[in-house]
């Protein structure tokens, strides 16, 4: 069984302007050969993708958010990570990380990704 564990959001807010590095420890499964991806859902709205890297680290950005938002991968800690700079009060979002362990195909469909963890709460202050 794989389970994911986001840290580094939580009850604290972030000024606008700063930066915050999540990051999700991934356990079960060969995490290597997994592609993760981090999406997020803001209050009333639906989950939508953010980025996802493959296992080759191939990136893939949601539109507008490359530049501010880079995902990466370590292989050896199982854990991927969100490094986000020049956050936004529409930042604002439980930050999801998914895998796909079946790796069909590299989007960033919440169809393709069979696992989640349990969010993290982002919050930005203007």
């Known amino acids: 069984q794989v389970q994911l564990v986001e840290f580094g959001g939580g009850g604290g807010s972030v000024p606008a302007g700063g930066s915050l590095i999540l990051a999700c420890e991934v356990s079960?499964?060969?995490?290597?050969?997994?592609?993760m991806g981090w999406f997020r859902q803001a209050p009333g709205k639906e989950r939508k993708f953010v980025v996802a890297?493959?296992?080759?680290?191939?990136?893939l950005y949601a539109n507008l958010l490359e530049g501010r938002f880079t995902i990466s991968r370590d292989n050896i800690k199982n854990t991927v990570y969100l490094q986000m700079v020049s956050l936004k009060p529409e930042d604002t979002a439980v930050y999801y990380c998914?895998?796909?362990?079946?790796?069909?195909?590299?989007?960033?469909?919440?169809?393709?990704?069979?696992?989640w963890g349990q969010g993290t709460q982002v919050t930005v202050s203007s």
């Open positions: 998914a895998a796909d362990t079946n790796n069909v195909l590299f989007t960033g469909r919440r169809a393709e990704y069979d696992y």
């Open positions: 079960g499964g060969t995490f290597s050969t997994f592609s």
């Open positions: 890297i493959n296992q080759n680290g191939t990136r």
